[in-house]
């Protein structure tokens, strides 16, 4: 089972001028296009980021023509008591020491759906005789302070997959689950909605006794309507690709024996063209390799 923090590195990995124009808005605002996107694979010196308990770091390197811009984004999941400030500005010094001539930006994202009694501690102050002599701060983003409903309408499909995330009352949970469905299905391409719909179920937490008054709501609402029918085709044609693999592994046993696991693979991952294809080679082919060839 592919991992939360998995999932939440691809969503980066797949949408990072959209993370950077929600997380700050006036960057790209202000300098303009991005000219190029890098994620940087740096390991901090002598130190394990699990230590510090920040579940996920990714800096991301932006250049635009005027200066390059590296966001360092942390997702939190844990209890907020084990946030440290201090452990965070010591990645920070490494990222600015790694890139000097970068504006470096912290941004610590808390998914917990909890509200806090107390805050966490927001900036780092040494200063005397009128002098500063260190000032640090970061980008702090805790979902549940955000109203999902007020994100319905809004045009970015990160914000669409975190909504789960966001603060919303008990009745409207189903809404905001449609409207997060609705908003990636609009905002990417299939491949991408088939990627990162079973993220936006994780993070939702949604129960199997939920998903069919979920799909009830995204069928008879008049703006999801293209949503529901493609879940419909999507949910035959993977009907069709299963019955196939069933079929087509069952022809192979009979006549060759047991499957290798590498035709086991090929079959998992094949179209419904190929399996066509490969069922009619099944009835004269003399192996599994003549069968399964490309």
């Known amino acids: 089972m592919i991992s939360h923090d998995h999932n939440f590195k691809n969503m980066i990995l797949d949408f990072p001028k959209e993370t950077l124009e929600w997380i700050l808005p006036d960057i790209p605002a202000k300098m303009g296009e991005i000219r190029s996107v890098e994620f940087v694979r740096q390991e901090p010196k002598k130190r394990r980021l699990s230590d510090a308990h920040l579940s996920l770091d990714m800096p991301i390197l932006f250049t635009f023509d005027q ?168 949910g035959f044609q993977e009907g069709e690709l299963k019955g196939g693999r069933i079929f087509l592994e069952r022809l192979l046993t009979r006549r060759f024996g047991s499957l290798p696991d590498w035709g086991r693979d090929q079959l998992v991952g094949a179209t419904l063209d190929q399996l066509d294809r490969w069922a009619e080679r099944a009835l004269e082919a003399d192996s599994i390799q003549a069968v399964l060839a490309e």
């Open 67 to 234: 200066r390059q811009v590296l966001l360092w984004l942390v997702e939190f999941q844990e209890d907020k008591n084990r946030f440290s400030i201090y452990k965070l500005l010591r990645y920070v010094t490494d990222l600015l020491e790694q890139y000097p001539e970068a504006l470096v930006i912290p941004t610590v994202l808390f998914t917990e759906r909890i509200k806090w009694r107390t805050d966490v501690k927001r900036e780092l102050k040494s200063e005397w005789g009128g002098r500063q002599w260190l000032h640090f701060e970061y980008v702090l983003l805790k979902l549940f302070d955000h109203n999902a409903r007020d994100y319905y309408n809004h045009s970015n499909p990160v914000v669409k997959i975190l909504m789960p995330r966001m603060n919303y009352a008990p009745e409207e949970r189903l809404e905001v689950i449609r409207q997060a469905y609705r908003g990636l299905f609009e905002l990417t391409v299939p491949m991408m909605f088939d990627k990162y719909v079973d993220f936006i179920d994780v993070y939702a937490g949604i129960r199997e006794d939920e998903r069919e008054a979920i799909f009830r709501e995204i069928t008879e609402q008049e703006d999801t309507v293209m949503l529901a029918q493609y879940i419909r085709d999507k």
